[in-house]
């Protein structure tokens, strides 16, 4: 999932659809130098790492942002880093007491 | 966002204490809360028990990467691995590093853990649940205790 929000075009796109608000691939197409193909190419990317959900609307694709991804990540480093603190107090006290 | 742990901390102690206490396998087993069987050498697995109160039952596993005196010293390993029925051979582990620097007070320790974009996300599920897991059970412990004696 990091590594698919290491590329600039997709973290555009990502805040793009991160108002919440689904968009079509041509409207995520719209003021980018980007061809359809390949913004359609990039939301696969997303897609495959839960990041962007994908509805079909009438004639058209409509794709939007999934943040749970991002939060359950964000809060699993948390977690890791808080042991880290305890573990490392812990040495601290070890080496300076 | 960032798939990376960093940590810089100053210890008032030289720098060779501060290299005893990570890289001693006894010593590091008193801070980390472990106890290793043997020492840590580059390249082999080093194994012990997690004297954690809670989680006493779990096997606590690392491979030793590098060892370079006074400088640095490295693991990886299975954060959270600490379900006795899950294979995590197949995972990709994270590679922790511990860099020491002599300062005028002593020594700077700077931390890093780095590689949890591989981590599947259902084991965060896993890590968030043992985590709260300690709490939810005590509290069960103590409700089934009340409806005993009740």
């Given at each position: 999932?990091?590594a698919a929000?290491?590329?600039?075009?997709?973290?555009s796109l990502?805040?793009?659809l991160?108002?919440?608000?689904?968009?079509?691939?041509?409207?995520?197409?719209?003021?980018s130098?980007?061809t359809r193909?390949?913004?359609?190419?990039?939301l696969?990317?997303?897609?495959?790492?839960?990041?962007?959900r994908?509805?079909?609307?009438g004639?058209e694709n409509l794709?939007e942002?999934?943040?749970?991804p991002?939060?359950?990540a964000r809060?699993y480093?948390?977690?890791v880093?808080?042991?880290?603190?305890?573990?490392?107090?812990?040495?601290?006290?070890?080496v300076e007491? | 966002?960032?798939?990376?742990?960093e940590?810089r901390i100053?210890l008032?102690?030289?720098?060779?204490?501060?290299?005893?206490?990570?890289t001693d396998?006894?010593?590091?087993g008193?801070?980390?809360?472990v106890k290793?069987?043997g020492?840590?050498?580059p390249?082999q697995?080093?194994?012990?028990?997690?004297?954690?109160?809670g989680?006493?039952?779990?096997?606590?596993?690392?491979?030793v990467q590098?060892?370079?005196?006074?400088?640095?010293?490295?693991?990886?390993?299975?954060?959270?691995?600490?379900d006795?029925k899950r294979?995590?051979?197949t995972e990709?582990?994270t590679?922790?590093?511990f860099?020491l620097?002599?300062?005028?007070?002593?020594?700077l320790l700077?931390?890093?853990?780095?590689?949890?974009d591989?981590i599947?996300s259902d084991r965060?599920?896993?890590?968030?649940?043992?985590?709260d897991g300690?709490w939810t059970?005590q509290m069960k412990n103590?409700e089934?205790?009340?409806?005993?004696?009740s």
């Amino acid at each position: 999932m990091f590594a698919a929000l290491g590329d600039e075009t997709r973290l555009s796109l990502v805040a793009k659809l991160s108002g919440g608000q689904p968009r079509s691939i041509a409207q995520l197409t719209e003021g980018s130098r980007l061809t359809r193909q390949a913004v359609t190419k990039h939301l696969r990317v997303l897609e495959r790492v839960a990041l962007v959900r994908s509805r079909r609307s009438g004639r058209e694709n409509l794709f939007e942002f999934d943040p749970h991804p991002l939060e359950d990540a964000r809060k699993y480093l948390d977690l890791v880093s808080e042991q880290w603190d305890q573990a490392l107090a812990r040495l601290k006290s070890f080496v300076e007491g | 966002m960032s798939d990376r742990i960093e940590k810089r901390i100053e210890l008032k102690a030289p720098i060779s204490r501060v290299w005893r206490a990570l890289t001693d396998y006894r010593e590091f087993g008193e801070w980390f809360r472990v106890k290793l069987e043997g020492p840590f050498v580059p390249g082999q697995i080093a194994r012990g028990k997690i004297i954690h109160p809670g989680y006493e039952h779990v096997v606590w596993q690392a491979v030793v990467q590098k060892i370079e005196p006074e400088r640095l010293f490295s693991f990886t390993w299975h954060p959270y691995g600490i379900d006795p029925k899950r294979d995590y051979s197949t995972e990709t582990p994270t590679l922790v590093e511990f860099r020491l620097e002599e300062t005028k007070n002593g020594t700077l320790l700077v931390l890093t853990e780095s590689g949890f974009d591989k981590i599947p996300s259902d084991r965060r599920a896993e890590a968030f649940r043992m985590n709260d897991g300690g709490w939810t059970q005590q509290m069960k412990n103590i409700e089934d205790y009340v409806a005993r004696a009740s």
